[in-house]
C-alpha cells in the first residue's frame, strides 16, 4: 500500500513565530477560517485571506514545494465545484466557494505543518478536558483525532493504488471496480488499526482504572465463539 | 523467563452460511517457558489466531491461556501491558505520521512530561539505530525500517514478553536479517510465527501448527524438517498442473 502525504502537511521542524505561536491561537485560526468561509461572500476578501494564509505557510519555514503538495490533490475537486458554481450562480460565487475551501485547508496545514503531533493531542486533550464530567475520555479523543489525520493519506493510497490496479486490467472506468475495493481497503484497515491499537493498550483506560475488573469491557462474539476484541 | 500457559483452548468462529462454527485451533495445551519460542506451519494453519490469544486479541472458545499468572480474557489489559505485540504490515501498526509521534503515542500513558516523553522517545529511537529515520514520514520508510519503527514502538514501553506475527514476511533479504540481528538482541521473551525458516531455526523451541492443532513441538532443527515433510506430502508431481480443473476448462 502506497500512502500519499493528502491535503494536510506533516510537521516541519523549525523555530518560526508561527512554529512558536501558541497552540489556541493556531487551533483558533483554523475555527475561524472555517466559520468565515460561511460568512465571506465577496470573492476579493477571500482571495485577501488565501493570500495571507499562503505568507502565513511560507512564513514558516515549509516552504512552497509543501503547501503546492498539501493543495495538489483537492485541485481538480476544486476545479470540478468550481466550474459547476459557474455556470450556475457564475464567476464570483465559484471563485468565493473555491476560494473559501483553499483558505481552511491552507490554515488546517499551517497548523499541521508547525505543531509537533504529541502537541497537537496534548492540546485536544487539553480541551476535551471540560467533557470528562460528561464520561469523554481526553486521550481517548486526542486519539482519535490522530487516528483520523492519519489515516487520510492511507485511503488515499488505497484508492491510487486500486485505481492503478483497475487501470491495468482495463476497467478504469468501472466505478464498481474503483469504488468496492476502497471500501473493502479501507474497511480491512480500519479493522487492523483497532487490532493494532488494542494490542498496544492505546485508548483503554488509564492505571489509575487498573483495579477495574477487565471481565464485561470486551464483545466475546457469538457464544461458543472466539471473541475479537 | 515468564511462563505463558494454555490450556485446553478451542478457538472457534461464526461463518456465515454455515450451521457449524468453523474450528481455528483444537485443544492446544502448551507451557511456553523458553526465551524464543516459534511457530511455523501452512497458510491459515492457527499460527496468527495462536498468537493473538497471547495478547487477548482473540478469546478462547473454551480453556484458559494465561500470562505469568494473568487470564487473557478476565485481566486483558494487565496481559497487554506485559505482552507486546507486533503486526505484519507495519504500516496498519504505526498509528502516527512519524517514527518518533509513534514511540511517544506509546509513552503517553507511562511518560506524562512532554520534553521528558520525547528523552524518552530519543532514547528507543537511539538504541535500535532510527534516530536519523525519526522525523521521516512512514510512508517514506523502506519496509525493514517501518517494522524496525514499529518494533521499537511496541518495545518502548518495556513489555516482558513479545509477540511477533510473521515480521520478516514483508521483508527483503537485507532487511530481514537486519530484523533477525535485533529479535536476536532482545531480552525479552520472544513468541513469533514466520515462513522464514533460517530464522525459525534461531528459536530455542518450534511449535509445527497444522489445521488448529500442534502437530510438532521440540527443537528448531527437528520442527523444521518435520514441517518440510508436512509440506512435501501431497504435493503434485514437479511439472503437473496444480489445479487440474482449470487446465481441463483451457
Redesign the interface.
Known sequence: MSGHGFLLVNYVPGTSLVHRAPLWLKFLLVVGCGMASFLVVDWVVAAGALALMCLAFLASGAGPARLFRAVRPIVPVLAAIGLFQWWQLGGPVAARIVLNVLVCVVAASILTATTPMQRLLDGVVSLAVPFRRFGADPERFALTIAIMLRSIPFIAGAYSDVRDSARARGLERNPRALVLPVFITTVAYARQTGDALAARGLGEPGPEDDNEEDEGTQDNGTPGDAGRR | MGSILLDGVD????VDGHPE?KT?LDGISLNLTEQRIGVIGANGSGKS?LLRLL???????HGTVTVDGDDT??????V??KV??V?T?P???L????GR?DV???L??SVRN?KE??DAATAILNRFGLLALA?Q???ELSGGERQLMALA??LA?EPSVLVLDEPSTLLDLRNRELLRRTIAGLSQQIVMSTHDLELARDMDRVLVVESGQVVFDGGADAAVEHYRALSAAGLPPVGAAPWPHTTESA
Do not use: H, K, W
Not at chain 2, 55 to 61: D, I, K, Q, R, T
Not at chain 2, 95 to 98: A, Q, R
Open positions: 478457538v472457534r468462529v461464526a462454527p481455528l489466531t495478547n487477548g486479541l482473540v478469546a478462547p472458545s480474557v478476565r485481566s486483558v489489559r494487565a497487554r501491558r507486546g505485540f503486526f504490515d504500516l496498519s501498526q498509528v502516527m505520521p512519524t509521534e511517544e503515542l506509546s503517553r500513558r512532554p516523553r520525547r522525523d514520514s512512514i510512508y514502538a511496541v514501553v
